[in-house]
């Protein structure tokens, strides 16, 4: 049941990939919300989040290149921007109803990268959370000269610890035989 599974998952993403219509990326993008009615509104939430800043720089600065050339294709813009959400929401929807540990498990390698990769997102995720709870509890009125400080440590604490991490990693993934 699991290839099958995968089998679909790599159909339908380069489908939605090799389309290049706006209103084919609209049904398929349709079909992915009649696909889970019950959690729209959840998906469309964590969708939005993850894509955020990604489209907006992409649409601001397509809009400001193209603005200088007087050839601005609103279509195009909307096209970019329909496909990249139907495509992290068909993949966030498939990975809700599927076991992202599992659909890996073919693959030795695959497996252990999502293993690293969920453990580091649940490890910076804990630390957010408590730098975050920490700070309230020690800040009774929330100015914003503290609130600018404490994004601007977090930051730096986060890109810190994503350097070590990265080092760390690399050197265990290369005990362990996966590159050179």
Same mark, same amino acid.
């Given at each position: 049941m699991l290839r099958i599974h995968r089998v679909l998952f790599i159909i339908t993403l380069f489908v939605i990939l090799s389309l290049h219509n706006?209103? %084919?990326?609209?049904?398929?993008?349709?079909?992915?919300?009649?696909?889970?009615?019950?959690?729209?509104? +959840?998906i469309n939430?964590?969708?939005?989040? +993850?894509?955020f800043i990604f489209n907006f720089a992409i649409t601001i600065s397509y809009s400001i290149m193209y603005f200088f050339r007087e050839d601005l294709n609103l279509w195009y813009l909307l096209y970019i921007n329909l496909k990249v959400y139907t495509i992290?929401?068909?993949?966030?929807?498939?990975?809700?109803k599927v076991d992202m540990v599992q659909f890996f498990?073919? +693959?030795?390698?695959?497996?252990?990268?999502?293993?690293?990769?969920?453990s580091q997102i649940i490890s910076y995720k804990k630390s957010f %959370?408590?730098?975050?709870?920490?700070?309230?509890?020690?800040?009774?009125?929330?100015?914003?000269?503290?609130?600018?400080?404490?994004?601007?440590?977090?930051?730096?604490?986060?890109?810190?610890?994503?350097?070590?991490? +990265?080092?760390?990693?690399?050197?265990?993934?290369?005990?362990?035989?996966?590159?050179?």
């Open positions: 706006i209103v %084919y990326i609209a049904l398929i993008l349709l079909i992915c919300f009649c696909a889970d009615l019950r959690n729209i509104k +959840s939430r964590k969708v939005l989040k +993850s894509i992290t929401y068909f993949v966030t929807l498939f990975f809700r498990a073919f +693959s030795k390698d695959l497996s252990f990268l999502l293993i690293v990769t969920l %959370y408590d730098l975050k709870t920490a700070f309230q509890a020690r800040v009774i009125k929330k100015l914003r000269e503290r609130e600018k400080g404490f994004i601007i440590r977090v930051f730096e604490f986060f890109f810190t610890k994503a350097m070590k991490d +990265s080092k760390e990693r690399a050197l265990a993934m290369k005990a362990r035989g996966l590159f050179d």
